[in-house]
């Protein structure tokens, strides 16, 4: 589609270049009458583009007629409309063209519309509303140049015709005028009719200039005598003047007062309704009951049966009850129960306009004398108005079916169910204008170094009757409450002192007037007399200024809504009162809808700087494409021109005597040539491949070494073993690729096989904690130790497979390396366990197995240390052996270490089964198995911790006991008359001695004055303070400012010595303190009593000095 429309946008600038720039209109009419057919091709396709060149006194002479023909009526007004050259009043409200709003137009200035032609742009994309709207009337057969009679119809207007066609026929189909309802042949034949109502025209408007120029005549005479007025007596005078007569419009029900059973409107009589807003625009014609919605379907689904709303104004509509439901079919739609009647609207307009021209012509005439019209016909076609777009004539008495497109709808609903403010009904009810302030203006915003016309964001952000989160560019609305809340108390403030008389400040008079404007305190008793003692309080010689005013506001939000904090409730004050004062709401509407523009100025230009860096990625795409077809171009060109070039150069050749004898040498020359590069090519490949079989042999190598050092490298264990009569060497190496793993590799000398076994994590984890009776997860540390890893060999086993030794590795539970010698049953700790030793040359191994939980539990001990331990006790204990009669006879009759000899095994066995212990860890529970030496070694050591643990105690309490004689301190506190204990570090305070003194004590403190900071915790201040913990007296003086004020105190009694006294009653005492007393419980019960407010004032600046308070 893009393509195509490249294609097609290309094409028509091809012929544009092509045709004559302008066609000039300045023909004769034998010269149009000499084409047959109408315009030459030429001239059509020229027109497809430029209009033609016409000035204004080729539109003037059709302009200054009364009744100019038909053809020249719809050919200028849809030019001005294509070319946007009307006002934004007619373009905003413009839904189809009808009679009246083409001679409104047609009586518009031609200046601009003559400028327009001129400076117009082929390029430029009419609007697509605008061409929908004209095109019926520009396609008619009326304005066809072929039909038209050039006795008739001018050439200018054939040719303006022309381009109308080309320029609306490339912009729109056909499918445009079927969707509209506008009867374009009776439109014409109403323009052809009014020549014939020429005269009635004339006479009407005549007695229309002798009304107006009476009332001129009585205004003029009237000021004439105002401004006489200081040079004649005080007496009383009025002036005689005749009011325009006006018909009578109570006759019309009205939206609040109408009949029961008409339109739904009993309901309005049991309870009061409002209008609610439907975020739905709808469709209809006057007379017809079907109502067409557009918009979301969930906004529409608010209506239901028998409600009743109101249609395109919220107070001045009838009311309107539903038949049915919305429905959706192929456009979702509802019925009314009677017909639309729009005569209310349109009589109530038109009284509005009269009354305005009344208050302008007579000012000073208070009533009007109104002349009710006797039929309701008479009074709606005395009120016509012709710039409203409804298909109907003012001069006749046949009007079109009025259609409405577009038209806003509300729901009445109770008013108790409304929780909008003020200011939200206002703008619902489309009481807020939308005034364009920068239309005609050359403003303009730039943002990411784009400019983007404050006309056309002005245009985009008008207010739309569709939901919020729909709504495509910004809205005043959602910044409305986003304006600065200082803001509007200000312009509250500065608003009222523009009231009469006008001044700076708010006196009581304004101050009264406001609050009953705004209903303040409404909901109090004696609201009027709060009201006055609010101003009384915070007034200035009876005047308020704006700093004032907002405490007197913050005052009376207080009042109002004591249920909320200060700060709420004048937020609540505001919104709900403040802002429907005018000015106010005037500027935060202004301030709202420049807030919409700023935000959507910087979206939009945000937009087009995106679109620009877009558009510019896709041309330099374009470009590279392009440059690098025109490289392959021309080198594909290049080639053949070389090809041909030398094709020639060969068939000249060729020609030549002298070129076969050339050919005859230079075959013999290619020839050797030949023969030397192919064998010396030979021989650089035979070079070639030695060289890089000598280099593969180098990396072989190197990847051979480098494998070996990386074995070596991750070498962790090697040893040689020997299980039965096989001799192997066993090594563990450990590799961390993706995953650690553990190689274990088995060489056998006599048949030089290796056997590899490669186990992960979990195997080897599971391997050692089963081997070495882990109580927990190994680390990785203790796996890699000798012992740990000593542990895997012990799984290895043989099988001897025709006479070959063949290892394996079990992954079975551990089985123990030696020779079973004892079984045994034991009991420990309540349970049973089943005892197994094994015997090999290096250890002794000790398995018990607890039947009822499965518990296996495993330790061993190795020779030489079983040898250091029986030595050990020998050596200990042989004076108390000999000596004894009980003594164990194996250890008297012989040294320890023949038990370790083969014949003495049983009596080793016997010892050892005496001193092997099962007991529960105190740790976690659980049982564990160990000899005796190692239950003495760890009762040791948990002796010498318990004794480390008390000399650390007693460590720790005298060095935090000297830290408290140097932290705390002792001080007396007067007004209890004992001392307390205070902290020299947080200056923290308590009656109780701390506790690690003990039964000592701190010293007495020193009668000495020192000096203290305080820090308010409130503003953050530092303030110093002097203080004698001594004798607990404390002041905000130092030692010479009180002697000071001991100086002045005196040098005051001495003068008052002196100079003599009033002596002072014990009446006067016991009212005083009565006073002083009272004062300030009065106000603590009720703060907001005056009498009260002016004693505690008086309290605090006399007795406390608190002037700030007070």
Not at 685 to 710: A, D, F, G, P, W
Not at 802 to 811: H, M, Q, V, W
Request: aromatic share 8%; proline share 4%.
């Amino acid at each position: 589609r893009v393509r195509r429309a490249a294609f097609v946008v290309l094409l028509d600038e091809f012929h544009r270049l092509n045709s004559s720039p302008r066609i000039d209109c300045k023909i004769s009419d034998k010269d149009w009458i000499y084409y047959p057919n109408g315009l030459s091709h030429g001239v059509l396709r020229s027109m497809k583009f430029y209009p033609p060149s016409l000035t204004e006194e080729d539109l003037t002479q059709f302009t200054s007629l009364v009744d100019p023909p038909a053809e020249a009526i719809v050919a200028i007004g849809c030019a001005r409309l294509l070319l946007d050259s009307v006002g934004d009043d007619v373009t905003n409200k413009l839904l189809f063209l009808t009679k009246p709003i083409l001679l409104k137009i047609i009586r518009l200035p031609i200046a601009d519309l003559s400028k327009k032609i001129s400076s117009f742009n082929p390029l430029h994309r009419a609007d697509s509303k605008i061409v929908r709207i004209v095109y019926p009337f520009v396609m008619h057969e009326r304005m066809d140049p072929k039909a038209m009679n050039p006795a008739e119809v001018s050439a200018q207007m054939m040719y303006l015709s022309t381009w109308l066609r080309g320029l609306v026929s490339r912009e729109a189909n056909v499918d445009y005028a079927r969707n509209l309802t506008v009867d374009v042949g009776k439109i014409f034949a109403d323009l052809d009719a009014r020549a014939n109502r020429a005269k009635v025209s004339k006479s009407s408007k005549l007695s229309n200039e002798m009304m107006l120029s009476r009332a001129t005549k009585a205004t003029t005479e009237d000021d004439v005598h105002k401004e006489n007025e200081h040079l004649k007596p005080r007496t009383n005078q009025s002036v005689q003047t005749d009011a325009i007569q006006l018909p009578v419009l109570d006759e019309l029900p009205s939206p609040q007062k109408l009949p029961k059973g008409n339109n739904g409107q009993g309901a309005s009589e049991t309870q009061q309704l409002v209008p609610f807003p439907i975020s739905v625009t709808v469709n209809l014609t006057e007379g017809s009951p079907l109502v067409l919605v557009n918009g979301c379907i969930e906004a529409a689904s608010l209506l239901k049966k028998s409600d009743i709303v109101r249609i395109y104004d919220a107070r001045e509509s009838l009311n309107w009850e539903l038949a049915s439901d919305p429905k959706l079919d192929d456009v979702l739609s509802f019925e009314l129960v009677s017909g639309y009647d729009h005569s209310k609207i349109k009589a109530q307009e038109a009284k509005s306009r009269y009354d305005a021209l009344n208050r302008l012509c007579y000012p000073y005439k208070k009533e009007l004398i109104v002349t009710p019209v006797k039929s309701t016909a008479e009074h709606l076609r005395a009120f016509e108005d012709p710039s409203r777009h409804v298909a109907s004539d003012m001069d006749e008495s046949h009007h079109s079916p009025l259609h409405l497109r577009g038209a806003r709808i509300w729901k009445l609903i109770p008013k108790e169910n409304d929780t909008r403010t003020q200011w939200r009904v206002d703008y619902d009810d489309g009481i807020i204008p939308w005034d364009n302030c920068y239309a005609g203006l050359n403003a303009f915003e730039e943002h990411f170094r784009v400019r983007v016309s404050l006309d056309m964001i002005e245009k985009q952000c008008i207010d739309s009757p569709y939901p919020l989160e729909r709504a495509v560019h910004q809205q005043r609305i959602q910044f409305f409450e986003k304006v600065p809340f200082l803001e509007v108390i200000d312009e509250a403030f500065h608003a009222v002192c523009r009231w009469h008389p006008k001044g700076t400040l708010i006196d009581n008079v304004k101050w009264a007037k406001l609050c009953r404007q705004m209903r303040f305190l409404s909901n109090m008793k004696n609201s009027k007399h709060e009201i006055d003692m609010a101003f009384v309080r915070h007034s200035d010689a009876r005047k308020l200024d704006l700093v004032r005013f907002h405490s007197i506001l913050d005052d009376i939000a207080s009042m109002q809504h004591p249920e909320l904090t200060k700060e709420n409730a004048l937020i609540k004050t505001v919104w709900s009162s403040i802002v429907t004062l005018t000015d106010v709401n005037a500027m935060m509407w202004k301030e709202a809808k420049a807030m919409a523009l700023r935000h959507e100025s910087v979206r939009v230009c945000a937009e087009t700087r995106i679109a620009a860096f877009v558009r510019k990625e896709i041309q330099e795409s374009k470009s590279k494409e392009m440059k690098s077809a025109a490289l392959i171009i021309q080198k594909q060109m290049r080639q053949v021109f070389a090809r041909r070039f030398v094709a020639s150069l060969l068939k000249k050749m060729k020609e030549d005597e002298m070129f076969q004898l050339r050919i005859k040498c230079a075959t013999s020359l290619q020839t050797s040539w030949r023969r030397f590069f192919w064998r010396n090519r030979f021989l650089n490949h035979k070079k070639r491949k030695i060289e890089c079989e000598r280099q593969n042999n180098t990396k072989k190598r190197e990847h051979l070494r480098q494998k070996r050092r990386l074995s070596l490298a991750s070498l962790l264990y090697r040893d040689v073993i020997r299980i039965d009569t096989t001799i192997a060497t066993v090594s563990i190496h450990l590799y961390e690729d993706v995953q650690t793993t553990m190689l274990l590799k088995v060489y056998v000398p006599s048949t030089r096989e290796t056997f590899s076994f490669r186990l992960n994590e979990n195997e080897v984890r599971e391997c050692l904690e089963r081997a070495l009776c882990s109580e927990g997860r190994l680390s990785w540390d203790e796996m890699l130790k000798r012992d740990a890893l000593n542990e895997l060999t012990k799984r290895l086993m043989i099988r001897n497979v025709r006479g070959r030794p063949i290892f394996l590795f079990s992954r079975r539970n551990i089985v123990e390396r030696g020779l079973l010698i004892k079984t045994a049953v034991l009991q420990s700790c309540g349970e049973i366990f089943l005892l197994s030793m094994f015997r090999s040359p290096y250890d002794i191994v000790f398995c018990t197995y607890q039947p009822s939980t499965r518990l296996q539990l495993r330790t061993k001990i190795s020779i030489p240390k079983l040898s250091s331990w029986l030595n050990q006790i020998y050596a200990e204990n042989r004076t108390t052996w000999s000596s004894s009669k009980n003594a164990d006879a194996s250890f008297i009759s012989e040294p320890a270490l023949r038990l370790l000899k083969q014949e003495n095994q049983p009596n080793l066995i016997e010892w050892l089964v005496k001193r092997v212990v099962i007991r529960t860890n105190p740790k976690h529970g659980k049982f564990e198995l160990l000899f005796q030496y190692e239950a003495e070694e760890e009762r040791v050591i948990k002796l010498v911790t318990k004794i480390q643990s008390q000399w650390r105690r007693i460590k720790s309490r005298r060095a935090a006991k000297s830290q408290t004689y140097t932290h705390w301190e002792k001080i007396y506190v007067r007004e209890e008359r004992m001392f307390a204990y205070r902290n020299t570090i947080t200056d923290e305070r308590q009656w109780e001695k701390p506790k690690l003194l003990g039964e000592d004590d701190l010293p007495e403190p020193v009668d000495e004055w020192r000096t203290e900071q305080i820090v308010d915790p409130t503003t953050g201040q530092v303030h110093v303070y002097h203080v004698n913990y001594g004798t607990g007296q404390s002041s905000w003086l130092t030692e010479k400012e009180a002697a000071v004020l001991v100086q002045r105190r005196y040098r005051s009694k001495h003068e008052s010595d002196l100079i003599g006294k009033k002596k002072l009653d014990l009446v006067d005492v016991v009212n005083a303190l009565k006073f002083i007393q009272g004062a300030r419980d009065k106000y603590d019960k009720d703060p907001n009593k005056l009498a009260n407010i002016v004693n505690y004032a008086l309290l605090c600046h006399c007795i406390d000095l608190d002037f700030e308070k007070a």
